[in-house]
């Protein structure tokens, strides 16, 4: 192997290119993570990277690599939900869709009709 001096142009022939094919893959998966994200979505995505030089007793050093992504975290939007006791348990009563397109009073009338229905 031919003496090379560390540079940014030669990070990804460390450990016979898999620095290299690290950062590319974390790269890639930054960029496909932005894909169909909403414009209110501006929050940045974070590529580190991590070179080592430890010295050996041999006089060698030992050069590492490590490649970390941070994504942030995916969020829906928030649905509308009422607690509710029906039958003697405690539980959240959703509206259908979206809590703006179906009111929360008729997903509950809709729900105690359907409930009075059962008990016909």
Same mark, same amino acid.
């Given at each position: 192997?031919?003496?090379?001096? !560390?540079?940014?142009?030669?990070?990804?022939?460390?450990?016979?290119?898999?620095?290299?094919?690290?950062?590319?893959?974390?790269?890639?998966?930054?960029?496909?993570?932005?894909?169909?994200?909403?414009?209110?979505?501006?929050?940045?995505?974070?590529?580190? !990277?991590?070179?080592?030089?430890?010295?050996?007793?041999?006089?060698?050093?030992?050069?590492?690599?490590?490649?970390?992504?941070?994504?942030?975290?995916?969020?829906?939007?928030?649905? !509308?939900?009422?607690?509710?006791?029906?039958?003697?348990?405690?539980?959240?009563?959703?509206?259908?869709?979206?809590?703006?397109?179906?009111?929360?009073?008729?997903? !509950?009338?809709?729900?105690?009709?359907?409930?009075?229905?059962?008990?016909?």
């Amino acid at each position: 192997m031919a003496s090379q001096n !560390i540079t940014c142009d030669t990070i990804g022939l460390l450990a016979q290119g898999e620095a290299g094919r690290m950062i590319n893959d974390a790269l890639r998966e930054a960029q496909e993570d932005m894909e169909g994200r909403t414009d209110a979505d501006k929050k940045p995505r974070k590529l580190t !990277i991590t070179l080592t030089f430890t010295p050996m007793s041999s006089g060698a050093i030992d050069t590492g690599c490590k490649v970390k992504l941070d994504l942030p975290a995916r969020e829906a939007t928030n649905t !509308i939900a009422q607690l509710r006791r029906q039958g003697g348990h405690l539980g959240l009563l959703f509206s259908d869709g979206a809590p703006e397109a179906t009111p929360l009073e008729a997903a !509950i009338a809709k729900a105690q009709g359907a409930h009075q229905g059962e008990e016909e």
